[in-house]
């Protein structure tokens, strides 16, 4: 188990180290979120006054978009290189693969996000930090990073990879969208939110069920 | 033995390209398989070293089978492979690379053997070098010292010679020949003829999806 977690954390630290070097996902999600969040920004007539559900549409579809473009280029470059045959000839569980694809989008997930808040902040001149997005973004990142995995390294197959994983990936993750949504929506308007548990639950639902399943898929679609 | 393939079938929609292609690779052997371009060669080696499933037949690696867990991550651990990709992470220097892939190999000494098998292919001087930086003919160097981290019984490799000058064919036929002293074995395809003769004991060639002995 402690050298399943070395593994583990091996990989996924590499992947961080390349991007430390490289910085392209770090500087494609920081000029793509502030560019979505400016963009609402000017288009809104009063964007002090911008209401919480918008102001959650905005900062979710922000990470979305970011998200999946950072996934698509992080994925291009593995099959470009071959590094991720390279990953599979070692003697390393294919399961433990995936977890430590979906362990570094975690993290470059959650260096967006904290990107897009802070934008959102400056732009709406609102704060949306809250114990409600603080709760939702951990949760989110799980079930987004996971399903993006998969779809990643599938579509990186393809020729037209970031539309394909753009069109995979957000219809899947729509209950996920909606479980972020409504929480940062009430984090924002500060009404607590009265279906609060349910959608705490749809959202841990989510990243559990996805979790599974793209786990046995994985290891059967790489196998083949 | 060490490989053992039997009736390996595989095809790429209508396109036959092996047919009950068999094999035996025991201690010692350094096997050359050639043959016509789109024959079936780098299929072939892919299908033995796990990147390729055969549509139909039996393999067989270290007496342990290739597509059962943790049996596999057995086998892995003791093959080494260096496929047209050098596979290597480029914008990693050539010691960070090759100390990720010890560690992942499970070398305890990681560190000794990355020197070790950088001083024996003459690219130490390259070490904290990015991989993209050096020339095709040192990438591919680097390659190969990948594929040596674990000292492996058997070594898979498609056209190790491709890009390197004839100085570095002369290491590397002398590695592929020290192994032999040491029972390990050699699988490869190769199209230069002055390396494949040193560095080969037996020659198959790829026809029509099947092997046979030249």
């Not at chain 1, 969040?37 to 911008?50: A, H, Q, R």
């Not at chain 1, 607590?192 to 046995?216: C, R």
């Not at chain 2, 596999?72 to 047209?84: A, E």
Request: proline letters at 3%; one cysteine or more; glycine letters at 6%.
């Amino acid at each position: 188990m402690k050298n399943w977690v070395k593994i583990l954390l091996t990989i996924s630290s590499k992947d961080l180290i390349i991007e430390l070097k490289s910085k392209e996902i770090i500087v494609t999600i920081t000029l793509f979120s502030l560019l979505v969040v400016s963009i609402f920004s000017v288009t809104s007539s009063n964007p002090s006054n911008l209401s919480a559900e918008i102001g959650a549409g905005i900062i979710w579809a922000s990470v979305v978009f970011s998200g999946s473009i950072a996934m698509s280029k992080f994925f291009s470059h593995e099959e470009k290189d071959e590094t991720l045959n390279a990953i599979l000839l070692m003697p390393v569980p294919i399961e433990l693969i995936f977890f430590s694809k979906i362990l570094s989008l975690f993290i470059f997930l959650t260096i967006s996000e904290c990107l897009i808040i802070g934008a959102f902040s400056i732009f709406f001149n609102s704060n949306p930090l809250s114990i409600y997005i603080l709760t939702v973004i951990p949760i989110f990142n799980l079930g987004f990073s996971c399903v993006g995995t998969f779809f990643g390294i599938i579509s990186s197959k393809s020729r037209s990879n970031e539309i394909l994983l753009t069109l995979l990936l957000v219809p899947i993750v729509i209950p996920l969208i909606m479980f972020a949504t409504e929480l940062t929506k009430a984090g924002l308007s500060g009404i607590h939110s009265p279906n609060f548990n349910l959608w705490l639950s749809l959202g841990i639902l989510f990243d559990i069920i996805f979790l599974v399943v793209l786990t046995f898929l994985f290891g059967k679609i790489i196998d083949q | 033995m060490l490989l053992t393939a039997k009736k390996i079938n595989k095809s790429y929609q209508d396109n036959h390209v092996l047919q009950d292609a068999n094999l035996d690779i025991k201690s010692g052997d350094s096997i050359c398989i050639s043959g016509e371009n789109g024959s079936g060669k780098s299929t072939l080696l892919k299908i033995f070293c796990g990147l390729l499933r055969p549509d139909l037949g039996k393999l067989s690696i270290l007496d342990r089978d290739p597509y059962k867990q943790p049996e596999n991550l057995f086998i892995k651990q003791r093959i080494g492979v260096l496929m047209h990709s050098n596979m290597l992470y480029p914008q990693l220097t050539l010691k960070e690379n090759l100390l990720f892939f010890s560690k992942l190999l499970g070398i305890i000494n990681h560190r000794s053997r990355t020197y070790e098998v950088t001083d024996e292919l003459n690219i130490s001087k390259f070490l904290d070098i990015e991989i993209y930086k050096l020339s095709n003919g040192n990438r591919r160097k680097a390659g190969f010292a990948k594929s040596l981290l674990n000292d492996p019984e058997i070594l898979i490799t498609d056209e190790p010679e491709a890009n390197i000058d004839s100085d570095t064919i002369e290491i590397f036929s002398n590695i592929f020949l020290q192994r032999l002293e040491r029972s390990k074995a050699n699988l490869f395809k190769s199209h230069n003829e002055k390396f494949y003769e040193k560095c080969s004991n037996k020659r198959m060639k790829l026809e029509h999806g099947r092997l046979l002995d030249l």
